[in-house]
């Protein structure tokens, strides 16, 4: 069943988006009572998207300062990506040989799910859940709970990345190509689409942090 849209849901919709095309500067400071009056409703709902929206990175709150739009950094943002490709590439080299098609089955119905427009914060769990399907086989623990380390640390970003026009559908077909030489047994090919599908990602995140208006 679909979870019914709140106030907050709506109220941090409008603010992250706001925040993601740089309307809302980072470091401006985000002042409930400002943010009801606003969108003519109270306080409450306004604290539980502040609270939605740092959970995801988007702001911070200070308990004497007040919440502030988080800053992006782009030199983050592209050592992340570095730390991802080298672990996820190897990851997969090792998991190849042990990837079923059960496994790929698995990876395409997470796929579906996205593409039937799972919502936004849905996404990044999914799109987490999509990649480590593949990973999980290569039996490293401590490979896999780095990369697990890694794309927390990428989340606010992975949530960005979501909301760039398009972005979505492109990394739709750049998961199927990875299944799809998965299930050629082609592990060359595999890892090469899983690099082009990191890097593509990482340039189109910069990119739209630096041009954005």
Known sequence: MVKPRTAADHIADRLREAIVKGLIEAGTALRQDDLASKFGI??????????ALEAEGFVSIHPTRGTFVSLIDTGEIQEIFVLRQILECAALRLAFPHITAEMLDAADRILDRIEEGADFAQWGMLNLQFHMILYRPCGNRRLLS????????????????????????????????????????????????????????????????????
Do not use: W
């Not at 760039?164 to 998965?182: L, M, N, P, Q, Y």
């Not at 082609?186 to 593509?200: D, F, G, K, P, S």
């Open 42 to 51: 109270s306080r409450m709902p306004v604290r539980d998207a502040l609270r």
């Open 146 to 213: 780095t990369i697990e380390a890694q794309n927390n640390a990428a989340e606010r970003y992975i949530r960005f990345l979501a909301t760039i026009k398009d972005f979505r559908s492109r990394s739709g077909a750049e998961h199927r190509d990875i299944v799809a030489a998965c299930r050629e047994g082609n592990q060359t090919r595999a890892i090469e689409r899983l690099t082009e599908h990191l890097q593509v990602g990482c340039l189109t995140l910069t990119d739209a942090v630096e041009n954005r208006s």
